[in-house]
């Protein structure tokens, strides 16, 4: 009983974490240039609002990767 609730405190950090803080970061600018900077910044970045950023971002890294393999086969089938 004592192991498991030394487990369930402990904070695991791995390298997923970085993958979502800049999907939070990307969404969180895209939706500030959306908006056309009629809203601060500091409101589309706040706990309530992480979710939605964190999905904008990692939809926009996803057609950015899928963009690039696209331009990489394209080119490299280049005469």
């Known amino acids: 009983m004592h192991k498991k609730n ?3 405190n402990m904070n695991w950090p791995n390298e997923a974490d970085g993958e979502l803080y800049t999907s939070e970061w990307f969404g969180a600018i895209i939706r500030y240039f959306w908006n056309f ?3 601060k910044f500091n409101d589309l970045y706040t706990p309530k ?3 939605k950023n964190a ?3 990692w939809l926009f ?3 950015f990767v899928l963009i690039l393999i696209y331009l990489g086969y394209r080119f490299s089938l280049a005469d």
């Open 49 to 51: 609002e992480i979710k």
């Open 55 to 57: 999905l904008i971002g």
């Open 37 to 39: 900077g009629r809203k």
């Open 6 to 8: 030394r487990k369930k």
């Open 61 to 63: 890294k996803v057609i």
